[in-house]
């Protein structure tokens, strides 16, 4: 198991409860930050002193106040140690549940693990640090299956179209005319709106640009 633990946390008791759950596994060694700057400051110290930390647990979300931060969110925290460190193992223990960020952070930032503050998050934040220890990925129940949720949308050839045109710099007015004239049916601004209104809502994605990024991602367009 982890000898040497860092987590970035802001809330006392969410701060106190990780401790227990590390404790109960043998873990000794788990220091704690309440400040994204602290936690980076600590991880590059360690690395200079020849003792780096093995694993870091971090919130996603960070309340700002009377202390200015360079690194403002869990996000910027996991960017900056990744550079000091790209083999430090990171497990996220946070109330973030859009399986947008979450897939973001497992493909770009290399996250080992994802546990949702919730019921049974004790739990699961032990069954995380284990399959991080052998080297797997691990997501806590609920947001393996938003994640399921998600891929399980089945685009149709409208939505292809639609999004298609967009990635083409179609303006969205003027997608009915487009496809009119490929004789895609319905091709009223009406359906156009509501189409796009419900991938962006059942992906959870606010802007067209986030729908034509993940459309190409996943190799639909």
């Known amino acids: 198991m982890f ?3 860092l987590i970035a946390e802001d809330h006392e008791i969410a701060n106190i409860s990780v401790q ?3 404790q109960e596994l043998g873990i000794q060694e788990a220091k704690y930050v309440y400040y994204c700057d602290d936690a980076w400051t600590w991880i590059k110290n360690a690395l200079r002193d020849g003792e780096p930390y093995d694993l870091l647990i971090t ?3 960070f309340e700002a106040d009377h202390n200015p931060q360079r690194l403002t969110g869990g ?3 996991i960017q900056a140690v ?3 460190q790209p083999n430090l193992k990171i497990i996220v223990l946070s109330a973030e549940s859009r399986t947008a960020v979450i897939d973001e952070l497992f493909k770009n930032r290399a996250i080992n693990g994802y546990v949702r503050k919730a019921r049974r998050d004790a739990q699961y934040l032990k069954e995380a640090l284990h399959a991080a220890q052998q080297d797997k990925s691990y997501q806590s129940p609920e947001i393996k299956q938003s994640i399921r949720e998600k891929n399980s949308h089945e685009f149709s050839t409208l939505d292809i179209h639609i999004i298609s045109l967009l990635s083409q710099g179609v303006r969205q007015k003027e997608i009915p005319l487009y496809l ?3 004789q895609v049916k319905p091709s009223g601004l009406s359906s156009v709106e509501k189409r796009l209104s419900l991938m962006k809502e059942v992906l959870e994605f606010s802007k067209n640009e986030q729908l034509i990024a993940y459309s190409k991602d996943i190799g639909l367009i």
């Open 3 to 5: 000898k040497k633990v």
């Open 20 to 22: 227990k759950t590390l």
């Open 59 to 61: 919130d996603l979300i």
């Open 75 to 77: 996000i910027e925290l």
């Open 82 to 84: 990744k550079v000091l």
């Open 180 to 182: 009119q004239q490929q």
